[in-house]
């Protein structure tokens, strides 16, 4: 029968059809087959009348694959049949017994898939039915034996066990497989999104949605890791940034970063097999602490609270709301967890706030040097084009201050800064610009006061980016007013940083410009500056 020699070698040899050889026939396709072969008396000729078509499965259709949840209710019709398809059988067999078409809803999934979700409700009768098919492989429908080899799932939760605990066929086939809640901070702000749209997160600061995840998945994580342990034995060099569990630690391991408040050394010592043992942890965890519906109806709450058209959610709302929810989480909460929560949140934001007020290559340095050289040469209160630039500089004590606090510090004086611009008119006018520059062929830019001003500027702007504006409160008023009439009356460079900061926080941080508003207010209010200067 079968002529093509090389599917004949998979056929006999091959696992995939091992089912030719082994499995039977369903009752319609044998009866069938006997009543035309003592009609016809060949097999063969039998077999020139079989043809083969496609099978679909469709879960909707109920047709290969069915999925019964608790509250579908059970048929009461337990035999199908098909009238017309029967008339035809019998009219051209000529026999009302010898192919009765019926089969069960067994049959439908047969090859297929069969899967209960929760055994409860009816559920709980739908598995009670499956004890002799699952045990025999066989369903009786009427008179007629139907053969079921299907793959049959029931999934419930610990709790539902009770319900299957009397009967050993079932309790013996159980595998119990360990689904966690989850532990990565972006996915529960992915199913927060999910749920309630991705409309929310325009309503929060940037990382305070992920902060409020970050309190949720603490409550699921245990206490201490022999791995972090291990690890980074001494905790208490981290407090400004991290818990004393270093959970928080964990949780940008479970997601792949690694923060940059780490030291160089124990970025080193994190090695691929410490980074195992700690990702090993994670298969521990999620057992305990807030359930996923738990922490969707915790959002919904805080969201119905905090969310209006007029406000942005911030990290104080977020503290706020677990603070006052704490007296009912039971403890699930890590003590102090909020608290570092806070702190890392703070010097996250003071980074974003320098790099975006700061941002300077070495061009833009080089320009501002080289305009305030030409400067120190007049009285504030005019406006010259630098000879080196080309720019239009109005030369006023604000511009001097900007420069001189970038070079010597925020807590200079007054006496202090005037001084050290009469040193550099008088180096600028004695060995630089008659010496260098007009004997010695140099451009300003290699001359040695240039230099020396480049690199003390450089050395200040790493070290003290938002000195020169944290005492000043004309740049704290100057964000308040920003966009509004009265930001035209600030001096023009003040008004340049501030546009610049606006600017870099929007494009680069993601912030509203009333959410980069309020984040500046708040590194300048809370000192952030201060509280991080000695990393």
């Known amino acids: 029968m079968i002529t093509d020699e090389?599917?004949?070698?998979?056929?006999?040899?091959?696992?995939?059809?091992?089912?030719?050889?082994?499995?039977?026939?369903?009752?319609?396709?044998?009866?069938?087959?006997?009543?035309l072969l003592d009609a016809l008396d060949s097999p063969s000729k039998v077999y020139d009348m079989v043809f083969a078509r496609r099978y679909?499965?469709?879960?909707?259709?109920?047709?290969?694959?069915?999925?019964?949840?608790?509250?579908?209710?059970?048929?009461?019709?337990?035999?199908?049949?098909?009238?017309?398809?029967?008339?035809?059988?019998?009219?051209?067999?000529?026999?009302?017994?010898?192919?009765?078409?019926?089969?069960s809803r067994y049959a439908k999934t047969n090859n297929g898939i069969y899967a209960l979700m929760d055994i409860k409700s009816n559920n709980t009768e739908r598995f009670a039915n499956l004890h002799g098919i699952i045990s025999e492989g066989v369903h009786k429908v009427e008179d007629i034996e139907e053969d079921v080899n299907s793959l049959f799932l029931a999934l419930m939760n610990p709790e539902d066990k009770q319900n299957i605990s009397d009967t050993q066929s079932f309790s013996d086939r159980i595998t119990n497989i360990k689904i966690p809640y989850v532990l990565d901070y972006n996915t529960e702000v992915k199913?927060?999104?999910?749920?309630?749209?991705?409309?929310?997160?325009?309503?929060?600061?940037?990382?305070?949605?992920?902060?409020?995840?970050?309190v949720i998945i603490s409550s699921r994580l245990s206490p201490r890791s022999a791995g972090m342990e291990e690890w980074i034995p001494d905790t208490d060099k981290y407090r400004l940034y991290c818990d004393s569990h270093l959970l928080l630690l964990k949780m940008d391991i479970y997601t792949g970063l690694i923060p940059s408040w780490l030291s160089d050394e124990d970025r080193k010592n994190f090695n691929a097999k410490r980074r195992r043992?700690?990702?090993?942890?994670?298969?521990?965890?999620?057992?305990?602490?807030?359930?996923?519906?738990d922490s969707i109806k915790i959002f919904s709450e805080f969201y119905s609270a905090y969310a209006k058209k007029d406000k942005i959610i911030t990290m104080a709302m977020v503290c706020g709301f677990f603070n006052k929810f704490r007296n009912g989480s039971a403890g699930l909460i890590p003590e102090g967890f909020l608290d570092s929560l806070v702190c890392q949140y703070n010097y996250t934001v003071l980074q974003e706030v320098k790099e975006a007020l700061?941002?300077?290559?070495?061009?833009?340095?080089?320009?501002?040097?080289?305009?305030?050289?030409?400067?120190v040469s007049f009285e504030p209160g005019r406006t010259e084009k630098c000879v080196f630039t080309g720019e239009e500089i109005e030369i006023t004590e604000g511009f001097f201050d900007s420069v001189?606090?970038?070079?010597?510090?925020?807590?200079?004086?007054?006496?202090?800064?005037?001084?050290?611009?009469?040193?550099?008119?008088?180096?600028?006018?004695?060995?630089?610009?008659?010496?260098?520059?007009?004997?010695?062929?140099?451009k300003i830019c290699e001359t040695q006061l240039y230099e020396s001003l480049y690199n003390r500027y450089i050395h200040n702007l790493k070290e003290n980016v938002l000195d020169p504006f944290l005492k000043n409160d004309n740049?704290?008023?100057?964000?308040?007013?920003?966009?509004?009439?009265?930001?035209?009356?600030?001096?023009?460079?003040?008004?340049?940083?501030?546009?610049?900061?606006?600017?870099?926080?929007?494009?680069?941080?993601?912030?509203?410009?009333?959410?980069?508003?309020?984040?500046?207010?708040?590194?300048?209010?809370?000192?952030?500056?201060?509280?991080?200067?000695?990393?």
């Open 6 to 35: 090389h599917f004949k070698r998979k056929l006999f040899k091959e696992k995939q059809y091992e089912w030719v050889f082994k499995d039977n026939p369903c009752t319609i396709c044998l009866s069938l087959y006997q009543t």
């Open 56 to 103: 679909l499965f469709d879960r909707r259709l109920g047709e290969g694959i069915s999925v019964f949840n608790p509250g579908d209710r059970i048929s009461k019709i337990h035999v199908l049949t098909n009238q017309l398809l029967q008339s035809q059988l019998n009219t051209l067999l000529r026999d009302s017994n010898r192919v009765p078409y019926m089969y």
């Open 191 to 214: 199913i927060y999104r999910n749920i309630f749209g991705d409309h929310i997160q325009r309503y929060f600061l940037p990382r305070v949605l992920d902060n409020l995840a970050k």
């Open 277 to 293: 043992t700690i990702i090993a942890e994670s298969e521990t965890e999620g057992d305990k602490g807030f359930t996923g519906r």
């Open 358 to 375: 700061y941002y300077y290559n070495e061009d833009n340095i080089s320009r501002e040097i080289q305009n305030y050289l030409f400067a």
């Open 404 to 442: 001189e606090r970038r070079i010597l510090g925020a807590d200079s004086t007054v006496i202090q800064r005037m001084n050290f611009r009469q040193e550099v008119q008088n180096q600028y006018a004695s060995s630089t610009l008659t010496q260098e520059m007009m004997v010695d062929g140099k």
């Open 475 to 535: 740049f704290r008023n100057a964000i308040k007013d920003y966009h509004k009439e009265g930001f035209k009356s600030y001096d023009k460079r003040i008004r340049e940083d501030v546009t610049q900061l606006m600017g870099n926080l929007n494009t680069k941080f993601g912030y509203t410009e009333q959410g980069a508003k309020e984040v500046c207010i708040y590194v300048i209010d809370n000192g952030l500056a201060n509280a991080f200067s000695k990393r």
